[in-house]
């Protein structure tokens, strides 16, 4: 396998990582929460900027901790799409850069398909085919994984991402951002089963429901309006158990949905990508449901759930294996399916 420095800033974190197949030398990631919690969220301007300032140095801290020089690196890649543009340009150009200035293969990778090797990077036994779950800020979506850059989107989200409706809910509960990480916490101490929610189901013309994909501006809207309720009673707000009633219901939701996917589409094994994948509640509740069926399913380490390079640099190094390589001529897109990823690469 291919030794590959990859660089991630398709949003608000810069990170550099050196990875050969799955095997990490080195991942450094410089976080902007910091920056943008005083806004309630990610200012694409803002995070732009934030990514010149940091991507020098995140470079040369990775070569630092891998303790290797470039002779030892077979190529360069970055995040090309999705995501923030300004974000974006400034890894692909920082990468592009480098891969001419060292004379090495260039390759744009997918996000979403980094998300799909993060749990690559723990589990040596790992190979498809198998079911993805990715889950976070941006995206919800149950994910065929065929083979290297050959996916299957066989559920997806209509309107919000689990992620987005964790920060909404946690912006109505005026707990601060990221939404995520402070309703999982809070949880622990609320009752679960509080509040009844609804999981947000999907019609079908037909008639009945969509069996994978998702739903999550109505359970948002639902905690709305039950915060609005308990204020006009005169009723202190029991953030906990809204907290954890919600949360609840996003992983049986999740749950429900991927453990039906995977026993239709035969597949013993379910992954878990994305920043949700570091929820507890989510953690718990599909372990337990999937043991029942004698279903696999596994999650990245914490640090690879959020956006990282590593995860760009293992899907890079297999790709780079294979003889994919990117053309310097390639740019930035905001949005771009998954099942596109061969598009990036020529063979």
């Known amino acids: 396998m291919a ?18 197949n799955r095997h990490v030398y080195s991942s450094v990631v410089a976080s902007q929460i910091l920056v943008h919690s005083q806004y309630g969220g990610v200012v694409p301007e803002v995070a ?39 974000a974006l340009l400034v890894g692909l150009t920082a990468a592009k850069t480098l891969a001419m200035l060292h004379n090495k293969p260039f390759l744009g990778v997918h996000h979403l398909e980094g998300h799909i090797y993060a749990t690559y990077l723990s589990e040596p036994s790992l190979d498809p085919p198998f079911l993805s779950l990715l889950v976070s800020g941006g995206h919800t979506s149950l994910i065929y994984v065929k083979d290297c850059g050959i996916y299957e989107t066989l559920g997806e989200t209509r309107d919000d991402a689990a992620g987005e409706a964790f920060d909404k809910v946690a912006r109505l509960l005026q707990l601060g951002y990221p939404g995520g990480p402070l309703i999982d916490k809070l949880a622990q101490t609320g009752n679960p089963y509080a509040f009844t929610l609804p999981e947000g189901k999907v019609s079908l013309p037909s008639g009945g ?61 379910i992954a878990v990508g ?73 063979r």
């Open 209 to 269: 429901y969509h069996p994978y994909d998702s739903s999550f501006s109505g359970l948002k809207t639902a905690v709305l309006r039950l915060v609005q309720q308990l204020e006009k009673d005169g009723k202190q707000l029991p953030v906990s158990d809204l907290a954890a009633s919600f949360q609840e219901t996003v992983a049986r939701s999740l749950t429900k949905r991927a453990i039906a996917c995977a026993l239709d589409y035969n597949l013993n094994t």
């Open 274 to 346: 994305g920043g949700v994948a570091a929820n507890s509640s989510l953690r718990k509740t599909l372990q337990l449901a999937a043991a029942e069926y004698n279903l696999r399913v596994l999650f990245p380490p914490l640090k690879y759930c959020t956006d990282n390079a590593a995860m760009i640099a293992s899907a890079a190094s297999h790709h780079l294996s294979l003889g994919h390589t990117s053309a310097l001529t390639l740019g930035v897109q905001s949005r771009l399916p998954l099942t596109q990823v061969m598009n990036l690469y020529i």
């Open 48 to 86: 732009s900027r934030q990514h010149l300032e940091t991507i020098n140095q995140g470079i040369a801290q990775a070569l630092e901790q891998a303790q290797l020089d470039w002779d030892q690196v077979d190529g360069i890649a970055a995040t090309c799409a999705p995501g923030l543009v300004g």
């Open 3 to 20: 030794t590959v420095l990859a660089i991630e800033t398709s949003c608000d974190e810069t990170a550099v990582a050196i990875v050969n």
